[in-house]
């Protein structure tokens, strides 16, 4: 007999079938019992006797067994399965789980966030936290199909570089066959490459910062949707490219997980036709008349500039996204172009949404000359960065800009998530690469400032 999903049984009353799933929980009366079973589709209920009653939570099952409809009085609107049950007449336990050590399946998982992750294996076998990960699957989805259907490539490219690509020592180096590599802050470099060959690129791509950083909104290692696009009219062609990518994944986030929108209390940020846009010096001098903060002269805004800031879009435009505009040239990295009514300012933009920083982009410089007196006024060596980078300069580059959305961060602000890292499967920081760093008696390998490796032992 062939497996069944067990969204597939609905068509199936009356027959009998097999199904194969894990034992979600588990309701026993003596001599009868109730049992769901969980596989990719969703659950569905279990009728049997104490064999089934006897089954270990998490336990991998096969199980044969007549459909029939439930009483009404029995029905379970909470799932797809919940008008139906399967009479068991054969159960096969094929693994069985080792005891629990929390209450895996309650619908709020009450627990701290490091004991989530230092069970993450079991964790993310919770429903609630599994749905994270579908509106994220769907977040990189819409993406996709909104720039395939503006004729835009995609693009896979390395992670493992010969330079940083803005400068800096926020990077992670790598011992490659005895050479000095790093791991990549960003696909920028290469996008550029690809957008003088395919002329309107993208990027799924892994990126790293090696940033001191704690906070509930930074990954060491995060996923960064990156687009990049030729023969601009100007950066205005950015932030309108932007604006539909984003407005495009709300669209497809609301139309395929409203029940998960729902289960999370949340609802898609408001958006308005005309997404506001301002300048940073604006923005700042704003800040200020509102709040009588003064920030004015900072290079960049603060996190509680950005939530003032998305307050004040709220409050004039009803919309919870606000691009930001015109950073400061010494702020910017150097690809960045300046403007040329202001050489203080760059064309460059961040949208900042539900308070927080979703996406930095802007048009980038594409005369070779230019490029090599940035870097160099950077202090680094254009020679560094010719091949490939300069190389796609010196033999012509139409005027380009691109953007990057952070995706963990983009899934946080979107379901109201308390810190990013409930929004990676896998989270990474200065704390954590699986195993906590700091706990006690952990053997750690340590990177010395000459090279060489050692072992130490945390205490």
Known sequence: MDRI???DCLQKIGAKVLIKGWVNNV?????????????RSGLIQVVGGPDLGDLKIESVVEIIGLIRSRDAKYFNDKLI??????EAESINVLEKAAELPFDLHQPDLNLSLPILLDNRALSLRNKKIQDVFKIQATIVEAFRNYLSAQDFTEIFIPTIVAGSTEGGSEVFPVDYFG?????????QLYKQVLTSIFERVFTVAHAYRAEPSVTTRHLTEYVGLDVEMGFINDWLDIVKMADGVVKAIFKAVSEKHQDILDEYGVTIPKTVKDTPVIKLKDALELIYKRTGRDIRNEPDMDPEGEREICRW???????DLVFITHFYTKKRAWYSYA???????????????????????????NNYDQLQEKIKSRGQDPADFEIPYGQTFKYGMPPEGGFAIGLERITQNILGLENVRQASLFPRDMERIDNRLSVSGKKIVKIKKDGKVSKTSKK
Not at 27 to 39: C, H, P, Q
Not at 313 to 319: I, R
Not at 339 to 365: A, F, H, Y
């Open 313 to 319: 879009a709220l409050e004039e435009f009803g919309s």
């Open 5 to 7: 999903l067990t969204k």
């Open 27 to 39: 309701r026993s009366y003596g001599k009868l019992a109730f049992a769901d079973i969980r596989d």
């Open 339 to 365: 403007d040329p009514k202001n050489p203080d300012e760059t064309l460059t933009m961040d949208l900042i949404g539900c308070g927080v920083e979703w996406i930095s982009g802007g048009q980038r410089i």
């Open 179 to 187: 050479y000095q590599a790093y791991l990549a802050q960003s696909p």
């Open 81 to 86: 399965t919940g008008k139906i049950e399967i």
